[in-house]
């Protein structure tokens, strides 16, 4: 499985952004779609998830309520609206898939290359 992320870039505090995930070499079924992310010098830390067959979402304290992680079957993407950002939101954002929920970056087996969020106060 390849993962592609995308849709990063700079924004103003309160702004919004969509970054989506691609899937391909593999059409999901099963799987948990995870999304982290890692500020600079900084560990990575969970954002949230979603089970591609039903479609169960999971979200850190930190941005429940703000980002909305949806899925796209038909063109194998996950997406996660982030609104009302803040400019500790600021990080490298990843996807990621696995078969279990969980907000260790090692429960999870692929790994997209991150897209880079920056939100000005």
């Known amino acids: 499985v390849q993962l592609q992320a995308s849709g990063g870039g700079l924004v103003q505090a309160g702004g919004s952004l969509r970054l989506s995930c691609a899937a391909s070499?593999?059409?999901?079924?099963?799987?948990?779609v995870g999304w982290f992310r890692q500020a600079p010098g900084k560990e990575r830390r969970f954002v949230g998830a979603i089970t591609w067959s039903g479609g169960s979402t999971y979200y850190a304290d930190s941005v429940k309520g703000r980002f909305t992680i949806s899925r796209d079957n038909a063109k194998n993407t996950v997406y996660v609206q982030m609104n009302s950002l803040k400019p500790e939101d600021t990080a490298v954002y990843y996807c990621a898939a696995g078969t279990v929920v969980a907000n260790l970056p090692s429960s999870y087996d692929y790994w997209g290359q991150g897209t880079e969020v920056t939100v000005s106060s």
């Open positions: 070499g593999r059409t999901f079924s099963n799987e948990v």
